[in-house]
């Protein structure tokens, strides 16, 4: 697949790097050099030095034969006109990161479209919606649903009271069918287990289920779901007051915030929330906050390290629900083995939705969440796809692609090895990073 990329930014840049390891035709364009020359330098792709709204720039990435062309700079109106462009160019799909929730309003989608852009990230408005599902389910670091639950994956870190901790898998399979152990994250690795494989105290397990057994499944991780309902957030952005415009009436937010402008500007974006100006990173204004009537605790500073040391500070006083956006991805891993709860990265949301464009061409409808070295995607099954002519245990899958469940005629069943899938299925895969290329064969 040929992918052209505008914007060598943050999410950019991690984008290219992780579609060239993909072996995907990756050309990026910037007007910074120096970004560029690094990434030509240590991954296999093209650059092109220039403006990505310039017709020269976009001609000498050949835009027109592109399969996907992805602006992503940190300028709205930049990604809407590139894209555009790049559509009357004749690139065959469009993505244009956005700022502004009007773009991705259901009154002025068409519109868009007809712009040339065919999907839009807005990646503030994807952490706010993982936020939301973080705290509506506190007991879980990962919830991903498919056809309003009808399967469930599940994220979970096992502590040394649950049932499974010392358990092997294929004892599970036998004990109950209700749960299949997709993934399981170890030592700051993600492997894809057999049935021999001991699940151990710390690690966190990526469990597809279905509604119905999830109180079952909060016995056997010794998990409890407290109710949350105060929730205080670190640092006044972008993510926080649409975290605000979303929560609604299902969540009382506190925003604190070390920028006495940025708290003036705040009642105006946010009223309902109580806006407090202060150091979240000092107990005494954390006190004074009163976290100690506090569920949860949200840290979004443009510092990684900063909301990672205050998810351990709320957590050493006593709050049981802690988000932190971590943007570093090196840093993700060591947020994980601190136990600090969930991790938000934009970076990865966004990827998110670039691979879901990647290996279903209708992605409308379909989900995909990316993890630091994996990824979980709804794939409808194909007519005539290679899933389709054997059992699942006859089909010789890969072995960093596992299939958790599926959906057929609007119900959820989980996969075994004699489940049989047929053309029309939706099927949750789980792939360890690198194998979108295998996971398009499969499908398609």
Sequence with gaps: MKIVIAGAGEVGSHLAKLLSTED?????????VEKLSVLDANYNLLTVEGSPTSFASLRHANVGN????????????DNVVACAMAKTFGAKRTVGRIDSYDYMDPRNRDFVKRMGVDRVIYPEFLAAGEIITALRHSWARNWFELYNGEIILVGVRLGAQ??????????LATQSHRFHISAIRRNHETIIPGGFDIMH??????????????????????????????????????????????????????????DLER????????????????????????????????????????????????????????????????????FISQAEGLN???????????????FQMMIDSDASNARCLALADAEVAELEVKQGSKLTKAAVKDLRLPRDITLG?????GHGMLISGLTRIQPGDHVLVFCLAGAIRKVERLFS
């Excluded at 062309?69 to 300028?75: D, E, M, Q, S």
């Excluded at 109710?227 to 993510?239: A, F, N, P, W, Y």
């Excluded at 929330?273 to 100690?292: M, N, V, W």
């Design 24 to 32: 995907q035709d990756i050309t990026l364009i910037d007007r910074d």
């Design 66 to 77: 592109s399969d996907l062309f992805i602006a992503v700079t940190p300028y709205e109106t």
């Design 162 to 171: 649950a049932r499974l901790c010392g358990m092997q898998l294929k004892d």
């Design 201 to 258: 105290e710390n690690d966190i397990l990526y469990i597809t289920t279905q509604r119905e057994y999830i109180d079952e499944l909060l016995t056997l991780t010794g998990k409890v779901n407290n109710r949350i309902r105060r929730v205080l957030v670190m640092g006044g952005s972008k993510i926080a007051v649409r975290l605000a415009n979303m929560a609604g009436d299902k969540f009382r937010l506190t925003i604190i915030d070390n």
């Design 263 to 330: 708290c003036r500007k705040l009642p105006q974006l946010c009223p309902d929330c109580d806006i407090i100006y202060g150091d979240a990173r000092d107990i005494d204004t954390l006190a004074d906050a009163g976290i100690d009537e506090m569920d949860a605790f949200v840290a979004l500073t443009s510092s990684s390290e900063t909301n990672i040391l205050a998810c351990l500070t709320a957590k050493e006083l006593g709050i049981k629900k802690t988000v932190a956006e971590v943007e570093n991805i090196q």
């Design 340 to 354: 600090i709860g969930t991790t938000i990265n934009k970076k990865l949301l966004a990827s998110s939705t670039i």
């Design 405 to 409: 469940g599926l959906i057929r005629d």
